[in-house]
């Protein structure tokens, strides 16, 4: 009797959008480059199998992206639990320099204008809310708060960034020059808000 062929034969048992993307993060992690092949061999599945469960590599990137924006914004949040003011602001800024020190592959994957994608634009906005709320005791207006958002990131992203790729190679503490940041805006912060 012929074998039957891998177009006739059944979805693989347990196989699901949710483990097609739990794979992908776990390639991530690995350094490894994230293509459909590359998940379909470390789910012991032909390629073609994925199609059932995702639309195509752009499509599994958002879905991963999504999820690490997702998981980030979690552990922002609870760094920033029952805290407020100056305190809310440095947890965060420390929780988003940690997960970009623990998952720089991930946070990789995170497109850098999330609201412009419909895939992404709930998980950005929920993220956005987030800091937004750590910044809301310090009573900015509008577009200051915008500018202030803005600031923050720029300055977290790229400290974080350029650590995780070896970009601070000379001995001094590296914590020491993070604190810093972290206390120069928080004095910019408190500045803005203070009685002239």
């Known amino acids: 009797m012929s074998r039957p062929s891998d177009r006739a034969r059944p ?3 347990g196989l699901s959008t949710g483990k097609v993307v739990r794979t992908a993060l776990d390639l991530l992690d690995d350094g ?12 012991g599945v032909a390629t073609p199998s994925l199609y059932k469960h995702v639309k195509g590599l752009e499509h ?12 980030m914004t979690a552990t922002l949040g609870r760094a920033a639990v029952g805290r407020s003011g100056p ?6 800024l420390h929780a988003y320099r940690d997960y970009v020190l623990t998952h720089p592959h991930r946070y990789a994957a995170i497109p850098r204008d999330p609201l412009s994608r419909p895939v992404l634009a709930a998980a950005g906005q929920a993220q956005l809310d987030l800091c937004a709320t750590a910044l809301r005791s310090f009573h900015l207006e ?11 990131r720029a300055a977290v992203h790229g400290f974080a960034s350029l650590e995780a790729a070896g970009g601070f190679g000379l001995p001094q503490d590296v914590d020491e020059s993070f604190t810093r940041l972290v206390q120069l805006h928080l004095a910019d912060l408190t500045r803005r808000t203070e009685p002239s």
């Open 87 to 92: 305190d809310a602001v440095a947890a965060l």
């Open 60 to 71: 599994l990137r958002e879905l991963v992206a999504e999820r690490c924006l997702r998981d």
């Open 142 to 152: 509008q577009d200051e708060l915008i500018h202030q958002l803005r600031l923050l």
């Open 11 to 13: 979805p693989r048992a």
């Open 32 to 43: 490894a480059e994230l293509t459909l092949s590359s998940v379909a061999a470390r789910l």
